[in-house]
């Protein structure tokens, strides 16, 4: 049985004197860090300094050896078959554009791109990028209730779908999609799989191989690691057949005034010297992972996300609307909501669980920073996701997020403030 009131004593920052009253509900933003975690990187930095795949000196040998055992970790930690399969990255932004690019040299005018109206701008843009290029950008739209629609999914895809490309997590809605379902079809229509995986690999059980999927990207900061490490895994085919992102050290086998050739992979897109502390730092948060364990972290978000939606009926708190699936199943700990309503650009985007809601609003950047003087941490904006506010009507929303070290304690925190600022704001109508 994981002691979840205790993992809090894992994180330091929790134990500093700043951060005794704080209550962070942001880890979809990014995660807070054991001290595993920092203490590897500083185990690196005092011990081991060195450059990697460089030097002919034991030190430097060493470096490589930790660098390479933390790709293994990591590749054993999503299912790859192997950790030549695994890249690393700054994020998954820089591997969404590594995909972007590579790909889509191979793609030409009146090829397209199947995503979805819930995707992370990491997800969108670099995809509009080949829009130069004659290239469609196609969104499946999502149902009432924030799932993806399967039935527009199944129009869009067409022999033109070259790419489809789906998170696996909503970072607004907390809707977790069906990505094998997807994949399969996808694959059945020849087309490229890619899946968005930095709101799943921190929370439940991944494994690439049952997902079916060619490429899938995760970023090391939400997942107790270090910021600046991501991680694209890639079918070893695919990986070797495409062309390189980055050009520079490392990722040659000879360069000569006549042309360059490439190391194989995954080194052939690891441009310049990589993210060695990085790349450890997210090895020892593998390994805090695997020892609290992910199917145990999936079903305390379950409960977590399931006492939300409790704690919503229960303080009925006037005007509040919430986003996404009410199915614990079918939601990861993620819980965007807003008081009172911006006001929804037209009839058809009004998608919010509780029906349209007239009457007063507090902004959601009011909404956190009055939380914040209370010590919670929520994020309010668009989320990176402006097109799926668009869908829902909204312009922003708050967003509370779950992980290891929150507690039903903490959902208690975030539901006896929302009722303090509803109480403030309607003193002031
Ligand atoms: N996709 C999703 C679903 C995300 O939530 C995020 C981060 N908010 C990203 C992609 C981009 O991650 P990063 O900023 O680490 O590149």
């Known amino acids: ?101 590579t ?19 990491s997800n969108i843009v670099p995809w509009q990028f080949l829009e130069e290029k004659g290239i469609k950008v196609i969104y499946t739209d999502i149902t009432k209730e924030g799932k993806l629609d399967m039935e527009d999914f199944r129009r869009k895809i067409t022999p033109r779908t070259k790419i489809v490309s789906i998170t696996h997590v909503s970072n607004l809605l907390g ?3 069906p990505v094998r379902e997807i994949g399969k079809m996808a694959h059945d229509n ?9 709101q799943s690999v921190p929370h439940m059980k991944v494994n690439v191989q049952d997902i079916g999927c060619d490429f899938f990207a995760f970023s090391g900061h939400k997942m ?23 050009g520079g050290g ?29 790349s450890i730092g997210l090895s020892a948060a593998v390994d805090y992972l695997n020892r609290v364990g992910m199917d145990e972290i999936r079903d305390h978000e ?37 008081i009172g309503e911006i006001p929804p650009m037209d009839m058809d985007s009004q998608l919010m669980n509780n029906g349209l809601i007239i009457g007063s609003s507090v902004h959601p950047h009011d909404v956190s920073s009055s939380l914040d003087e209370t010590d919670v941490a929520v994020r309010s904006g668009h989320h990176c996701a402006m097109p799926l506010n668009h869908r829902l009507g909204v312009v922003a929303t708050s967003r509370a997020s779950y992980y290891v070290y ?24």
């Open 406 to 429: 929150n507690t039903r304690n903490d959902v208690d925190r975030l539901f006896e403030q929302l009722e303090r600022i509803r109480k403030v704001y309607n003193h002031g109508r």
């Open 103 to 121: 790909l889509g040299r191979n793609l030409s005018a009146g090829d397209e791109v199947l995503i979805s109206i819930m995707e992370h701008h």
């Open 302 to 338: 379950r409960d977590l996300i399931q006492y939300t939606l409790k704690m919503e009926d229960e303080y009925d708190i006037e005007n509040l609307v919430s986003y996404g699936p009410r199915d614990p199943n079918a939601k990861d700990g993620v819980y965007s909501f807003n």
């Open 175 to 177: 809707t977790i999609n």
């Open 1 to 101: 049985m994981v002691q979840w009131e205790r993992i809090k004593q894992d994180f330091p920052i929790f134990l500093s004197e700043r951060n005794r009253n704080l209550t962070y509900l942001d880890s979809a933003a990014t995660s807070q860090k054991p001290k595993s975690v920092i203490d590897a990187v500083t185990d690196f930095y005092q011990n081991y300094c060195s450059n990697v795949h460089r030097g002919i000196y034991s030190l430097s040998e060493t470096a490589t050896d930790m660098y390479e055992k933390s790709r293994e970790n990591i590749s054993g930690f999503i299912g790859s078959p192997s950790s030549d399969e695994i890249v690393f990255l700054r994020n998954t932004t820089e591997a969404l554009n590594l995909l972007s690019y």
């Open 250 to 278: 490392e990722m040659i086998r000879t360069v000569s005034t006549f042309g360059s050739t490439w190391n194989d992979v995954p080194l052939k897109f690891e441009a310049g010297t990589p993210n060695i502390e990085g």
């Open 224 to 246: 107790l690691g270090p910021s600046g490490i991501g991680v694209l895994y890639g079918k070893r085919e695919m990986l070797h057949q495409m062309h390189p992102f980055l």
């Open 190 to 198: 020849g087309s490229i799989f890619i899946v968005d995986g930095a």
